[in-house]
């Protein structure tokens, strides 16, 4: 995800309220999403919760920055102490 957490809490929100049903489809996210290869993957063929999601994108940003939680809290817009809670409530090795 290019930007920050809350952009992306976000855009989720904004397409469950927009679109019918409730599985986000590839076609509902925004085509800056859908267009880029070799990045993180936002959509899976399995459904997953938010907190899934989450969780997936916090160990690409750890895997990206190699594990620097000051970097990956930057990246993703939150307080390094959330990013420690995050990890130690998703389980996440680093």
């Known amino acids: 995800w ?3 957490v809350r952009e992306l809490e976000h855009t989720i929100e904004r397409i469950l309220i927009l679109e019918d049903g409730d599985v986000i489809q590839p076609e509902h996210l925004p085509s800056f999403i859908t ?3 070799g990045e993180f993957q936002v959509y899976t063929e399995d459904t997953c919760t938010l907190d899934e999601l989450e969780k997936r994108y916090i160990q690409f940003v750890l ?3 190699r594990g620097k ?3 990956a ?4 817009g939150i307080d390094r102490k959330t990013l ?3 990890i130690k409530r998703y389980g996440l090795r680093t």
């Open 69 to 71: 939680r000051l970097e």
């Open 35 to 37: 267009q880029r290869q």
């Open 2 to 4: 290019p930007g920050n």
């Open 84 to 86: 420690g809670l995050k």
């Open 73 to 76: 809290a930057q990246i993703l």
């Open 63 to 65: 895997r990206r920055t």
